[in-house]
């Protein structure tokens, strides 16, 4: 499980836009039409899917922290990941928000 760290910024009702790529772990093959929702308090927010080439973007409002970004695709095993803060990534300040990339690998599951 990853955890992102969110520090404040000066902005008001800041956005973190979240984009990247889901491969597969071992063979580095694109996933295309994996889903990626965006919960808090466990209620879904948003969701959205990979497209053919496997890339993603997600916008959050961050008025608080404690999201969590579930990652999921058929015959694939899903992965959580907590938004704490965003210290654990290197954050670009674009408009009236920050951007990262974080680029996901999923396993295949076992027979």
Known sequence: MYALL???TAVAQPVLQFR???TEEFTGK???GATIQLSKNGSV???VNTASNGKYDLKVDLEQAGYELKISAP???PKIIAIENCEAVDLELVGKGLSAELPITLFPESD
Do not use: E, F, H
Request: proline residues 7%; charged residues 5%; without cysteine.
């Open 6 to 8: 969110y520090a404040g």
């Open 20 to 22: 990247g790529k889901i």
């Open 30 to 32: 694109v996933i295309p």
């Open 45 to 47: 927010v948003s969701t």
């Open 75 to 77: 015959g694939m095993v």
